[in-house]
């Protein structure tokens, strides 16, 4: 063979290589963002997802799943997950304010009355204006997975009422909406990312951070700052989203069986995330966290006015979405 005609064919197969990649029936290597490890209810969920779409689409999609945030901190797997760079991810509503302001309702303190609330609210017709808010900045939220309530904890004190958060410094996810939280009680809130929180409660640079029971264990939290007091101040769903770009390559197909994938994860997340929050409840207290209730919670709640305010009155368009959440009973 001439040197030509190597060459020719050379071009040639890598002209079929790239329409064959460019094609749908090429296998498509998903690559998933999780914050959490492999264990935790949220990663089990999604790995589940992964091998269920693999499955599914008889190999045409297959994702995996890089737990750990090693992909990047919250906020930045937002970004990529939109852009197309990463094609799926698992992502609280709270650090996905900022991008998708609709989304902020769900990070106002207080605006669910329990998690079961939160879930009829998700599960229906508000749920999917929060998709369509989401679709718009390019994330397919294909289902909700649970992250119960949030709560205060910190290494000095418990807290039992807004007084004592008085000059606390707190760790808050990437959102204003929370600083402005923290600030309405008092205390001084430091964004900053999940995977930072541990070192800095340590070291002092924080005194405090807000979560639910199974991250307060997971990140060993609980053993650096063991006054973990019941506000449970927000309740804040977190969806499994994919990118409108890796989305929009799948076959009807294809998009029917990743949804039901989906749809099934999230039905493994809450079963699973229900019994983690026992099980880590059991753990830290094991372990002597000094968890206390907050008696009186409607201090708290009435803290919150301004926040509520200052929220409307920049988006006075989600003024009844407010309402409407709050109808449903
Ligand atoms: C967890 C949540 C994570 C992340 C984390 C945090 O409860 O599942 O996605 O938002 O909290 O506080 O950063």
């Known amino acids: 063979m001439t040197r030509i005609s190597r060459?020719?064919?050379?071009?040639?197969?890598?002209?079929?290589?790239?329409?064959?990649?460019?094609?749908?029936?090429?296998?498509k290597d998903w690559r998933g963002w999780n914050i959490h490890p492999p264990t935790y209810p949220n990663g089990i969920a999604l790995?589940?997802?992964?091998?269920?779409?693999a499955e599914?689409?008889?190999?045409?999609?297959?994702?995996t799943v890089y737990h750990n945030a090693v992909l990047g901190d919250q906020p930045d797997a937002i970004e990529q997950t939109r852009n197309g760079a990463l094609?799926?991810?698992?992502?609280?509503?709270?650090?996905?304010?900022?991008?998708?302001?609709?989304?902020?309702?769900?990070?106002?303190?207080?605006?669910?009355?329990?998690?079961?609330?939160?879930?009829?609210?998700m599960d229906g017709e508000i749920g999917q204006r929060f998709s369509d808010a989401l679709a718009e900045q390019g994330l397919v939220a294909l289902s909700w997975?649970?992250?119960?309530?949030?709560?205060?904890?910190?290494t000095k004190k418990p807290v039992k009422t807004p007084a004592d958060v008085q000059g606390m410094k707190v760790r808050v996810m990437n959102n204003q909406l929370y600083v402005d939280m923290i600030g309405a009680l008092g205390g001084n809130a430091t964004p900053m990312a999940f995977g930072e929180v541990y070192q800095s409660l340590k070291t002092g640079v924080i005194d405090g951070a807000e979560n639910n029971y199974?991250?307060?264990?997971?990140?060993?939290?609980?053993?650096?700052a063991g006054y973990y007091s019941i506000t449970e101040h927000l309740i804040i769903p977190e969806c499994l989203c994919v990118s409108t770009a890796s989305w929009e390559a799948l076959s009807d197909e294809d998009k029917a069986a990743v949804k039901q994938a989906a749809v099934e994860a999230a039905a493994m997340q809450r079963e699973l995330w229900a019994e983690r929050e026992k099980t880590s409840l059991e753990k830290v207290k094991g372990a002597g966290a000094q968890i206390?209730?907050?008696?009186?919670?409607?201090?708290f709640q009435s803290a919150m006015d301004p926040v509520y305010a200052g929220f409307i009155e920049k988006n006075p368009e989600l003024k009844s979405w407010i309402d409407d959440i709050k109808a449903v009973k």
């Open 7 to 27: 060459l020719k064919l050379g071009a040639a197969a890598l002209a079929a290589l790239t329409a064959l990649a460019a094609s749908p029936l090429a296998a």
């Open 47 to 53: 790995d589940a997802f992964a091998e269920k779409v």
């Open 292 to 299: 206390n209730e907050v008696e009186d919670k409607a201090a």
């Open 145 to 154: 997975f649970d992250s119960g309530a949030r709560s205060l904890y910190n």
């Open 214 to 224: 199974p991250s307060y264990e997971s990140t060993n939290h609980y053993e650096v």
């Open 56 to 63: 599914a689409t008889d190999g045409r999609v297959t994702p």
């Open 87 to 121: 094609d799926f991810g698992n992502f609280n509503m709270g650090p996905m304010g900022p991008i998708v302001p609709a989304t902020n309702i769900l990070s106002l303190p207080f605006i669910f009355s329990s998690v079961d609330q939160m879930h009829k609210v």
